[in-house]
């Protein structure tokens, strides 16, 4: 999942318990959250058409 985010830039990866990025986190989110929104939007309507995933079926599960 992190790889994900990090890729369509639709949100923040932070290690857990780490109090002060937390905070830093919630700090950039209340400047700057619109873009995350839109960013994941965007990867989505991307990378996720029904032709890339069928394709990424077929790989998986088809043999040749």
């Given at each position: 999942c992190h790889r994900?985010?990090?890729?369509s830039r639709s949100g923040l990866v932070i290690k857990p318990c780490d109090v002060g990025a937390i905070k830093r986190s919630i700090l950039m989110l209340t400047k700057d959250s619109d873009n995350?929104?839109?960013?994941?939007?965007?990867?989505?309507?991307?990378?996720?058409t029904w032709?890339?995933?069928s394709?990424?079926?077929k790989k998986t599960y088809v043999k040749n």
């Open positions: 994900l985010v990090e890729e995350y929104g839109q960013n994941g939007y965007n990867f989505v309507k991307k990378n996720c032709d890339k995933v394709s990424i079926y």
